[in-house]
Structure formats: C-alpha cells, structure tokens
C-alpha cells in the first residue's frame, strides 16, 4: 500500500518536474525572447554601416561623440553617458560598463552637475540656459541610451547644418526620418536614435577594427576643417575697420601665412590705400549696373586659389543683382565652408537686432544688414573703439570723406550725441558676447565658483510696443 502510494507520488513529481522544466526552462524564455523581438532590431540588425560598409556603432547602444575642443563639431549629442557619471559633469562613460550613475534627486553633487552641464550645453549651441531640456543634462537608467528627445535633437541642428555644409532644413528632414514614435502608438515618447542619425550626416568614423573588406584607405576623409570667421566691429564709418584688418593681414604675412585681399574698399583714403600695398589682391569681379562699373568680389576666384586668410571687408554689403549670393556675408560662410579662415568688417548699425535703434538715434535707415547669428558665430570680435571727438577730428581732416562732403556728414549722422549713443550700443553688445563667451569657458572647466563680472538685471514690461526693446537691450 505504502510503496503504491510513494510510487504513485514520485511519478507526479516526475510529470511535473518535467512540465516545469519544459515550461520554465524552454517556452518561457522562448517566449520572452520572441515578445522583446517584436519592434526592436537584432543584436546583428542593430549595426551600423556607413557607405563603405564599414561598422561604425549600433542602433541599441549610445557613445556621445568624443570632440578636439576648438575643432568643428559636426555630430548630433547623446545624453549623459551614466557609466561613471559620478566622475564628473561630462566625464565620458565606457557603454561596456552600461551603468545609471548613483547620484540621486536630492545629491547636491548632481544638481551641480545638471548646472554646469547646462551651461556648457547652452553654449556650445548658442542658446540660452533654460532653453535646453532635461535630457540633455541627465543620464539615462542605462546609461547609454542611444536616444534623445526631439526637443534636444532640434536645438542641435542650426551648429550641425552650419559645420556640416548642409541646409537646416536637410539636416531637420534627416531628424524627422531617424525619429521613432511611441510604442505600439501609445507607449513612451517620440525619440531621435542618435547613432543613425549620425550615420545619416556622414559624420562617423569605424568603430571597430577594420576587415579586409573595409579597408582603412576606404574610410571617407572626414568634413574639411570650417574656416574661423576674425570680425572687426566699429560704432561708425571711420572707426579704422579696414586699416586694423590690413594692419592684421600684413602681421600675418611676416609670419609666414597665406593671405590675400579678396575685397577691400578703402573709400579713397589714402592711409588705407597705403596698408593694402604688398599685399596680394584678387582681383575683383567688375559688373555693370544701372550704367555704372562695379567692384564685387570673385567668390569663384578666391575659392580656386584657397589661401589660408581671406580679407572680405564690409561684411553686411549687398551685392549686384545677378551675383550668387544676394548678401556678401553668403560669400563669407561658403568661404569659410571651404576651410578658409576669413577677416571682417562691419559696423554696429548693420546688425539686424539693433537695426530700429539705430534709426531712432540718427534718423537713418540702414537698408544693409547681417543677421546677428553670422557675427556671433565668429570665433574673434575685436572693437575697434575711438572717441566721438576723435573721430570727428578724422572726419574734419578729410580722413572719412572728401572735403566737399564732411560739412554734410557733420550736420546729420557724424553728430558728437550719435556718435557717443552708437558707441555705448557697440560696448554692449560686445559685452554680451563677452560674457557668453565666459559662461562657456565656466562650463568647459567645470567652474562652479560665483565670479561677479556683471550685473543683474531686472525688467518690468508693460506689455506695449517699447517692451520688445526693452528686453533685448537688458
């Protein structure tokens, strides 16, 4: 009886010790394997390729491209990598440690983190500080999420068209094609994969060794190095733009460099005349217009002959109709997009932002502009600064304009009141550049010490006309 029973029970065991193992050991992790299948690639579907066929990453794991400070940065930017997070704001993670940081919401050492992380961020895309979203300044529980969110995605693409040569509306297009909707229509967030992204802008290099098949000579040449934009800002005509530019031209020729003079205006005056002697020129491109012979310059020819400096004066100067580019600040950013560094002038009243101030200061409108996102894009802008009196002392003296024109130049634009409002305009908006510049200098150095270099500012906006002026001059 007793031994019917035991063998009776031992032989349900066996079924279901079976059954189990059948279960847990096969259908189950048959089953979880097939379910995390379903909308996501394969380890071997998730590489990536670029043309060649070389691998360059993968589709499932995130590494933030690494960039030489000071060198063109074509890539779009991943979140915090976690892996060691704790090292430091922008410390670079392994993805092979795939780890979250240990910082938690309430760890001061985060919160400073997030901040300078956000400075350096706002910087680097030219945007303010609160502008940039949460993601781009935290990790993600993985730590090598390959995605982003297309807030952060979108405020990367004006620095990735500029390096990249391609139009901002490409670059939106390729976003928009490497953006993937929520899960099954209603789980998570849209979310931009990175890596292909990247893939998609050519502006990859192998990550792994490569094979016989993917051969290093086949690896494309990287994007040429964008040329560095040098502008030299004065408050009126006369300031010495032109001259300090040459007097830089020729500094830089005695020490070996290649410069030329693709356009240089010196209005007649005979110093500036002077400093453009033993300095090549290139020579204009002569157009006529309305019966008259112009001066442009030869885009063409100075790109054949690609020096290493470019003197392009009058950066907010409109061109003859029928040239290439209606603005000669379009000749400067395909100049520069050819790897040519290029010297500048303009003057304060040709910024478009300021362009309504000008006219209510001196009565003039000023029909020739230039974004104010081209001048501060410029890796140097240097004042050129002199004193109302002095400058009206160059003026009288004929130094500006021919004789027969200084008595009208005085009684209207060259007044000593306009002169001294358009100077303290150009000393404050350079500082504003000024100190963008500092708070990206803090973030890449991690400074998190209160340095008191300006003021604080507050506005009080009545929501009338006068406000929209109000908040840009503060």
């Not at 979108?154 to 068209?161: D, F, G, H, L």
């Not at 290439?324 to 304060?348: F, P, Y």
Request: glycine share 8%.
């Amino acid at each position: 009886m007793h031994t019917t029973n035991f063998l009776r029970q031992l032989r349900v065991g066996a079924v279901v010790l079976l059954l189990l193992t059948v279960i847990v050991g096969g259908v189950y992790p048959a089953a979880v394997w097939a379910v995390s299948r379903i909308g996501t690639a394969s380890a071997e579907g998730a590489r990536l390729t670029d043309a060649n066929g070389c691998v360059v990453g993968s589709t499932l794991i995130g590494v933030d491209p690494q960039v030489t400070p000071g060198d063109p940065d074509p890539f779009f930017h991943l979140r915090v990598v976690g892996s060691i997070a704790d090292a430091g704001p922008f410390t670079p993670g392994d993805p092979a440690a795939s780890l979250p940081s240990n910082q938690g919401p309430s760890s001061d050492t985060l919160a400073e983190f997030v901040e300078q992380r956000r400075a350096a961020i706002a910087a680097r895309e030219n945007v303010a500080a609160e502008e940039v979203p949460v993601d781009a300044v935290t990790g993600s529980g993985s730590g090598v999420d390959p995605h982003i969110s297309p807030e952060y995605a979108a405020m990367q693409i004006p620095r990735v068209a500029r390096v990249t040569g391609l139009s901002t509306d490409r670059v939106r297009e390729l976003v928009a094609a490497h953006t993937d909707g929520r899960q099954l229509g209603f789980l998570g967030m849209e979310r931009v994969n990175v890596p292909e992204l990247n893939v998609a802008l050519g502006s990859t290099r192998p990550a792994v060794a490569p094979a016989h098949e993917c051969a290093m000579s086949d690896i494309p040449d990287p994007p040429p190095r964008r040329g560095r934009l040098r502008i030299y800002l004065g408050a009126a005509p006369g300031a010495g733009k032109t001259y300090a530019m040459l007097g830089e031209a020729h500094r830089r020729i005695a020490r070996g460099g290649d410069v030329v003079v693709a356009i240089v205006d010196t209005h007649g005056r005979i110093r500036t005349e002077e400093q453009v002697t033993g300095l090549e020129v290139v020579p204009p491109r002569r157009w006529r217009y309305r019966g008259v012979e112009l001066d442009e310059l030869d885009l063409d020819a100075v790109l054949a002959r690609r020096p290493a400096v470019a003197l392009v004066d009058e950066l907010a100067h409109t061109n003859v109709p029928g040239s290439r580019n209606e603005k000669r600040w379009q000749d400067v950013e395909e100049l520069l997009d050819a790897g040519i560094d290029v010297l500048s002038t303009v003057n304060i009243q040709h910024l478009e932002s300021l362009n309504d101030v000008v006219e209510q200061i001196t009565g003039v409108v000023q029909r020739e502009t230039v974004p104010d996102t081209v001048v501060r894009r410029a890796e140097q802008i240097e004042l050129v600064d002199i004193t109302p009196q002095a400058l009206l002392r160059r003026l009288a003296h004929g130094n500006v304009y021919a004789q027969d024109k200084v008595d009208a130049a005085l009684r209207s634009y060259f007044r000593e009141g306009n002169l001294t409002a358009l100077r303290e305009i150009a000393l404050l908006w350079l500082a504003d550049q000024v100190d963008v510049a500092l708070a990206k200098y803090r973030g890449e150095h991690a400074i998190t010490d209160t340095w008191e270099t300006r003021e604080r500012v507050v506005v009080a906006v009545t929501g009338g006309p006068e406000s929209e002026t109000l908040i840009r001059r503060a």
